[in-house]
């Protein structure tokens, strides 16, 4: 029978909870705050943000669908985001905003590679 590896051994964990300097507060994306940039970093900085935030395939779709639509080669002029609490929703929401301000950049596209 094979046996589970400890979590840690698998996904290793941001330094600020390696160092035990997480703050609970900022983990929740404000977005408010990144419109009018006064949130952290993390959250208004793309790359840092980027960073920090697991594109999932789901996600990944979703943005090359905003991308489609921005640049005028379809994609969905009306995306609904429907996951539970805790489900990715706003960090979605900052990634297509960060995509579309940073559509020139090369932020996003090095995570596709």
Known sequence: MM????WREIAVPHEDVLKGTFQQAEFAA????????????EYQDP??????TFITEG???????VIKRLA????????????AFGGGKTHTMLARR?????R???TFSTLRE
């Open 3 to 6: 046996s589970l590896k400890p």
């Open 30 to 41: 404000d977005l408010s705050r990144v419109h009018a940039g006064t949130a952290t970093a």
């Open 47 to 52: 790359a840092l943000f980027f960073q920090r």
């Open 59 to 65: 996600m990944r779709l979703l943005l090359d669908s």
């Open 72 to 83: 005028g080669h379809g994609g969905d002029p009306v995306i609904q985001l429907q996951t």
């Open 98 to 102: 960060r995509r579309a301000i940073c």
């Open 104 to 106: 020139a950049s090369r």
